[in-house]
């Protein structure tokens, strides 16, 4: 694979993942789009980013089946030789107050959110370490950090995914292998556009900056903790919120 650095941004297909896959193509990375559901929306994004005169394919894996991460990554490594760049971006919703939540959308949300963030990085750890260098950077959601009503299961996800990044990063600092997290605010995609009006803009209220965030404001920050400019940082947790969570 020449000199380019390999990355996979899993969930890539749309929304947040989709605009961090463009922007680290644009650095020069090969891009490996993870998708579930979404193969045609992957297969777009792997056209945008051949348009561009660079290079990805699209891998489909639930990164929730452990399994299917293992055969996923045995892919990657054995075709590409390397990952130097791994997003854990895929997420899902299932938003109630805690006397409505049912017991299995508590544990869907904390098997893709959070569950699926520990299965990918299980499966790539060993090669980074062996690499002496990688770049991790998990999507939490400053919702993990300040706690949200109604979504008990999703903050509970991403609180973990901070407790994650962190042990990661004490793990595997000595071998160059950083792991940092991104908590986005609220930003626009189908995860926030099927809000309630009302809730937008109670939402919009608490935003300093007085405006939802676009996916490229957290492209920008992942290509940022996957760059070289980056070596020195691990174990943080980047809020792209419009100032929200300070
Ligand atoms: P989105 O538009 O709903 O996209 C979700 C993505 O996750 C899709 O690409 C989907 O892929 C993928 N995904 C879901 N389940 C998956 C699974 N089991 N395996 C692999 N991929 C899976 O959401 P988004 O707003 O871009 O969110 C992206 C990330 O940012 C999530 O982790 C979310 O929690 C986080 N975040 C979002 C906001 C926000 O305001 N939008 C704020 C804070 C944090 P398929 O379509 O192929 O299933």
Wanted: net charge neutral; charged share 20%; proline share 2%.
């Amino acid at each position: 694979m020449e000199d380019r650095k390999v990355a996979l941004v899993t969930g890539a297909g749309r929304g947040i993942g989709k605009a961090i896959a463009l922007k680290l193509a644009a650095e020069g990375m090969f891009v490996i789009v993870n998708y579930n559901g979404s193969a045609q929306a992957a297969a777009d994004t792997v056209k945008e980013i051949e348009e561009m005169g660079q290079s990805a394919v699209a891998m489909q894996c639930d990164v929730s089946d452990f399994a299917a991460c293992e055969s996923l990554f045995k892919e990657v490594i054995g075709t590409y030789g390397r990952l130097d760049v791994l997003v854990n971006n895929a997420g899902i919703t299932r938003d109630n107050l805690i006397l409505k939540m049912k017991e299995e959308d508590f544990d869907e949300v904390i098997r893709v959110n959070l569950k699926g963030a520990f299965n990918t990085t299980k499966c790539v750890a060993r090669q980074m370490v062996k690499q002496r260098g990688g770049r991790i950077i998990n999507i939490s959601s400053v919702v993990g950090v300040m706690g949200n009503a109604g979504q008990a299961n999703y903050a509970a996800a991403k609180a973990g995914i901070i407790g994650l990044t962190k042990t990661m990063a004490r793990e595997l600092a000595s071998r160059h292998v950083t792991v940092n997290a991104i908590a986005p605010g609220f930003i626009e995609t189908s995860m926030t556009e099927k809000l309630p009006e009302q809730i937008r803009e109670s939402y919009q209220g608490q935003i300093p900056m007085g405006a939802f965030g676009k996916p490229e404001d957290v492209a920008n920050a992942a290509a940022f903790l996957a760059s070289e400019n980056a070596g020195y940082i691990t174990g943080q947790v980047l809020c792209v919120d419009g100032g929200m969570c300070m």
